[in-house]
């Protein structure tokens, strides 16, 4: 079963506006990940946040992790046609011995 | 481009057939790892490889088993196809166990 709930389950944005999406998930994690996918295509790693760390940037990309609340969320800034793309979260659990466990993904949409 | 390797790109197949994917990691990653993603059950770990070892398993079938050889690439295996198992395989590879390199995914159709 999935771990992490993204929020909303779908996003459509003008370019230049930015976006917001959230994600929560059950168990205590070592690091959270998000990544990145094109339709039907492979995901891409877009950045990692370790479970001591509150806030990261990754040029346009800016995720926060509060594990009181077991939720994280990326903003990307300024966003471009070419972000459009599914957005998924992965947690590494500090138990159990599944690796990564991804949420079911947002869908974004930015229009020019 | 990845460096992750996944063979075929895609595969129509019957009911009953058995099938092989196969994925050829990033050079010098030991770890390989297998996805099914399906339109209603999202995105679902099946099984991880490190260095030839079985290291974790998620939600695989016990129709389906998976291999990782000397040269490190990895072969799964589907077997007793039914319709359901129609999905995206994806294969991803790590050098640390954190950030994983995904491949381009095979598609199976199973009619």
């Known amino acids: 079963s999935q771990q992490g709930e993204e929020d909303p389950q779908a996003l459509s944005i003008q370019e230049g506006e930015n976006a917001t999406m959230n994600c929560s998930y059950k168990t205590s994690i070592n690091n959270l990940q998000w990544y990145r996918q094109n339709s039907g295509r492979g995901l891409v790693h877009l950045i990692l946040i370790r479970s001591n760390e509150r806030e990261k940037h990754s040029g346009r990309l800016r995720v926060t992790l509060d594990t009181s609340k077991k939720s994280s969320s990326l903003l990307i800034t300024a966003s471009r046609a070419a972000d459009t793309a599914s957005y998924f979260c992965?947690?590494?659990?500090?138990?159990?011995?599944?690796?990564?466990?991804f949420g079911k993904g947002t869908r974004l949409s930015v229009i020019a | 481009d990845s460096g992750v390797t996944q063979t075929p790109k895609h595969l129509i197949t019957a009911t009953g057939q058995r099938v092989t994917l196969r994925c050829s990691p990033r050079s010098g990653d030991l770890s390989v790892y297998w996805y099914q993603q399906s339109l209603d059950q999202g995105l679902q770990f099946l099984i991880q490889?490190?260095?030839?070892?079985?290291?974790a398993k998620g939600n695989i079938l016990e129709r389906f088993s998976a291999q990782q050889f000397p040269d490190l690439h990895s072969e799964l295996n589907l077997s007793s196809l039914e319709l359901g198992d129609s999905a995206l395989y994806f294969c991803?590879?790590?050098?640390?166990?954190?950030?994983?390199?995904f491949g381009p995914g095979t598609r199976l159709t199973v009619l």
């Open positions: 991803a590879s790590s050098e640390d166990g954190n950030e994983q390199f």
């Open positions: 490889y490190y260095n030839g070892e079985e290291r």
């Open positions: 992965a947690t590494v659990p500090n138990s159990g011995n599944t690796p990564l466990v």
